[in-house]
């Protein structure tokens, strides 16, 4: 007998769907006709054991204890699901060979491996095991996984990478949370003050961004417009661009702050000749957005539709496991194996039978293109977001749901599109021995682009490497025939007096952002230097739950769209050490636990030093008392440290 362990039971369901009928349902499992049998987990079926599992004294929390390591980690059955668990001994025993069936990422592929682990299998059974990767639920395309099975052993580094960072983050949480709940309590503090690897410090980046909004001063800075007639009266306008001689009066970005300076220049120019003296004009081509990870769907769905990153993962889930309309959604890939190209007549007859609207006053897209999407290069146990073989009917879908179909399936679309094709023409003016430049850009071919003319912006929809990089430039004019040499007349200078800004408080897009470009906030330069601008904080299955724990947790709030800090959010940022509360730490423990996935780490070359760096940490905690926490309400439902940690560690959620 066959039997397959699926993740949770509608993949079960999908998986048995297209094994022979008639099916026998049991309870927990189903039964084919020819004998084979598929059961599931629910989530997680085992869970990290309390400190207590190891030595009934950590039951009381006290300094001297920490930290907490255990020597010969132990793994118990959640409470709630050990029937399921107790489902799965029995048809392990007797299968006779097993199929990992776990959803297609780090945390799938750790989950089932570890019941198979925990329920005894060895030897040549377990040698023998297989694994299973499905991304689509619908039968045609389970019937194509069934037919590309590979050895569960090929996944051992994933599992490892896996178990690594479930490890990882219990000895961190487990022993700084304790650590400073106690310290808290000294000074008044009476609510369980957790600590995470993640949640921390994502935390700081908000704390750090709240603190620089509040010593923002701003300050004015000045920018001088030419305006311009050609001898046929055409007029159009060029910024001044200071020359190194100014650098003295600018700032860091270049912006001119001597009012003075801007003004000798607006008085030079005045009723003055100005030659163009050069003119380059060129195509350029901006290829269509790559289709969606799930963090580039909740960033643009935040930017378009205001839904928060758990809205976006939760009707995906729906979109995903109920109505088999796009496939598995937890993905980081943006990227699409080739064989998959295959299947594109399927898949934009379905999407245009469902959803004919996304290329009304388009033309149609062409299944024979074949954009920079697909590259297996790219592409692992996961591929991008995109619309299944199943068409859609969208009345029956809720109102998020028919948003977030249409908004995968128009960026799978964009692949069957040429290229987007304007003219750029750039033009250099110097008036009076200054610099000043203007450009005009003119579509020539939409391509791609015809999708989104009705959208409210189209930037959001390449928030990848292949988009322009003219696209943040200043509005572009329409400019005059004009040829080099050519002399024209400034009418007259302006001035132009601005403030600077302070910097915006996070919103959902930008704080998932943050967490996916981790990088950019990474204060150490060695290890900004290490990391890949890849590298994040957290995983594209975890992120939108962090984000709402620290929500639930009551270190943050939300003033409309933008999130802040909550006073013990603050307080908790200022007690911990720095490198608790900056993303250097995790970025790089991110960027281990995917070496050790690509078999480029050991695992004890990861563990090692993470325990040396807990010694000093838990030292640092017991040498200070927190006492920016002191005077300040538990803003958090109030909860056992044991609840608390659970909540932290299940699946899915670090």
């Not at 297209?18 to 099916?23: A, F, N, S």
């Not at 689509?136 to 099975?149: C, E, H, S, T, Y």
């Not at 496991?321 to 399927?346: C, F």
């Amino acid at each position: 007998m066959i039997l397959y362990i699926a993740e949770k039971p509608s993949l079960g369901r999908a998986i048995a769907d297209v094994l022979p009928k008639p099916h026998k349902k049991g309870d927990g499992f189903i039964t084919a006709a020819n004998g084979d049998c598929v059961s599931w987990c629910i989530g997680h079926l085992l869970e990290q054991a309390e400190p207590d599992a190891y030595d009934d004294a950590f039951k009381s929390w006290k300094l001297e204890h920490l930290p907490i390591v255990p020597q010969t980690w132990k793994l118990q059955p959640k409470p709630k699901t050990r029937s399921q668990l107790t489902v799965l001994r029995k048809l392990v025993k007797q299968a006779s060979s097993i199929i990992n069936a776990g959803d297609p990422d780090r945390e799938g592929q750790l989950l089932v491996d570890e019941v198979i682990s925990y329920l005894g299998v060895k030897g040549d059974k377990l040698s023998q095991v297989q694994r299973l990767l499905i991304s689509d639920l619908n039968p045609q395309a389970v019937k194509r996984a069934l037919g590309q099975l590979r050895s569960n052993r090929e996944f051992i580094p994933l599992s490892t990478s896996a178990l690594a960072r479930s490890r990882a983050d219990w000895l961190y949480g487990m022993n700084m949370t304790r650590a400073y709940t106690i310290q808290g309590r000294k000074v008044g503090y009476q609510g369980v003050l957790s600590v995470g690897r993640v949640q921390t410090p994502l935390l700081g980046l908000v704390v750090r961004r709240d603190d620089e909004i509040a010593d923002f001063k701003p300050k004015a800075f000045y920018e001088v417009l030419a305006h311009l007639l050609t001898d046929q009266q055409q007029a159009f306008t060029a910024k001044w661009q200071p020359s190194e001689a100014c650098q003295p009066y600018m700032d860091e970005d270049g912006r001119v702050l001597a009012k003075g300076l801007a003004e000798n220049v607006v008085a030079r120019i005045n009723g003055k000749p100005a030659e163009v003296t050069k003119i380059e004009a060129k195509d350029k081509r901006q290829n269509p957005p790559l289709p969606y990870s799930l963090s580039a769907l909740q960033i643009d769905a935040a930017k378009r539709f205001g839904l928060s990153a758990k809205e976006v993962l939760d009707t995906c889930q729906s979109l995903y496991e109920r109505h088999k309309l796009i496939t598995y959604p937890r993905s980081d890939s943006r990227y699409l194996p080739k064989e998959q190209h295959a299947l594109a007549p399927k898949v934009l007859d379905a999407v245009l039978k469902g959803a004919s609207g996304l290329i009304e006053g388009c033309e149609s897209p062409n299944s024979k293109l074949k954009s920079k999407a697909w590259d297996d290069s790219k592409v692992d146990a996961h591929h991008a977001i995109v619309p299944t073989e199943k068409v859609a009917n969208l009345s029956t879908l809720s109102s998020n749901e028919a948003k977030l179909y249409q908004h995968v399936a128009r960026q799978y679309l964009a692949q069957f599109y040429p290229a987007y094709i304007y003219a750029e023409t750039a033009v250099e003016v110097t008036i009076a021995g200054g610099l000043f430049t203007t450009k005009a850009r003119q579509d020539k071919t939409l391509g791609w682009k015809q999708l989104f003319k009705r959208t409210a912006t189209v930037n959001q929809a390449s928030s990848n490497s292949t988009s322009s990089d003219d696209d943040n430039d200043d509005a572009v004019q329409s400019l005059p025939p004009l040829v080099k040499g050519q002399i024209l007349h400034c009418q007259r200078g302006e001035l132009l007096q601005k403030m600077t800004q302070a910097p915006k408080h996070f919103t959902d897009a930008t704080l998932l952002g943050a967490m996916t470009g981790i990088s950019r906030y990474v204060t150490n330069s060695e290890i900004k230097k290490i990391l890949k601008e890849t590298d994040g904080l957290g995983t594209e299955a975890t992120r939108a739950g962090i984000i709402e724990l620290l929500f639930k947790r009551g270190y943050l709030i939300r003033q409309g769209k933008s999130i802040l800090a909550t006073p013990v959010g603050v307080g908790l940022i200022r007690s911990l050490p720095e490198s608790a509360t900056t993303p250097d730490m995790t970025a790089l423990w991110e960027n281990s636990l995917d070496a050790i996935s690509q078999k480029r780490l050991k695992y004890d070359a990861f563990m090692q030093p993470l325990l040396s760096q807990l010694d000093g940490l838990i030292t640092q905690a017991s040498s200070q008392l927190p006492s920016a926490l002191q005077g300040v309400a538990s803003s958090a439902p109030k909860r056992s440290f044991k609840k608390t940690y659970k909540k932290k560690t299940k699946a899915k959620v670090k």
